[in-house]
Each structure stands twice: as C-alpha cells, then as structure tokens.
C-alpha cells in the first residue's frame, strides 16, 4: 500500500503524541506541535518542528531566549510565553552535533523491520542530551542578552 506524505505525516504526529510528547513533559515543557517551551530561573529553552513543505523531513530547532522574551530587530516585543526558536537567531537543529551536518529527521524512509515513526520519535528522545548540554551551555548567551530600548 502506498501511503500519501500527508497520511505519513499523520503518522508521525500519532507517533510523536504517543511517544515524544510524554517525554518533553516530564522534562518540563509546555507547548504543543510545532511550538513548545520550558521557563528556567535564568532563561526559556524553546524547542521548534519546522517541517518540509516538500518531503517527509522535519528538522527541530532549540534556543534559549531571555525570561522576560525577546525583542525583533524591527521592535515587535515577544512575550515570553509566545517566543519560539525562530524568533531567536542563535539555534541549533537537533542531531546537527552528532552527525557533524545540518540534520534532518527522515520519516518517509521504508523500513523492513519495525516501524519509522516510532523510531523516528525514539530518535529524537535518543539525542536529548545533545539538546539539553546545548541549553545549558547556552554558547550565544543568548539568555542574558537585553535588546535595546524602544525608540520615543
């Protein structure tokens, strides 16, 4: 049976709610598909789904943004609890460190054994630690950076 990227995708995302969501949950995170956040004392780790509008690929992308939000370059002020990845310009995709290239996640791949989409949100819970060393470290400082007062 052939299955559509859009039946795929719906795969996925029962996979996703099965496994990774539990998973980001018990790390802290609020949210929900494509956008979720976990506030720390010093900072809000964001960890974004931006998937292909093409292929069955997605890539996720983590960053940490002030505790007070952000500010866009054009003065636009992002409340804390609706700032995302993209709205931070220092982010990391997922598995990018491990597999030394800009990663993407692959669910369109036919496996013989087992099941893709499971192993694709097993995937991701296998490369938290990636992610977490990333937040934590914070190489773009970008938790202690203060945009510039508005303008009069």
């Not at 929900?32 to 093409?54: A, E, G, K, W």
């Not at 997605?58 to 939000?69: L, Q």
Request: proline share 5%; with cysteine; charged share 30%.
């Amino acid at each position: 049976m052939n299955i559509t990227r859009k039946g795929k995708r719906k795969k996925l995302d029962t996979a996703l709610k099965k496994i990774l969501i539990p998973f980001l949950r018990e790390k802290g995170f609020k949210g929900s598909v494509p956008h979720f956040r976990r506030f720390q004392n010093d900072r809000i780790n964001l960890l974004t789904f931006q998937h292909s509008l093409y292929d069955t690929k997605f890539v996720i992308e983590i960053a940490n943004c002030p505790i007070e939000g952000t500010r866009m370059h054009w003065g636009e002020e992002i409340q804390p609890n609706k700032c995302t990845a993209h709205h931070m310009t220092d982010r990391l995709r997922l598995g990018s460190i491990k597999n030394k290239r800009d990663y993407w996640f692959d669910f369109g791949l036919v496996l013989i054994v087992g099941d893709v989409y499971s192993k694709t949100a097993n995937e991701i819970i296998s490369l938290w630690n990636e992610a977490e060393n990333w937040w934590k470290e914070d190489p773009y400082k970008q938790r202690f950076y203060k945009w510039p007062e508005k303008a009069p």
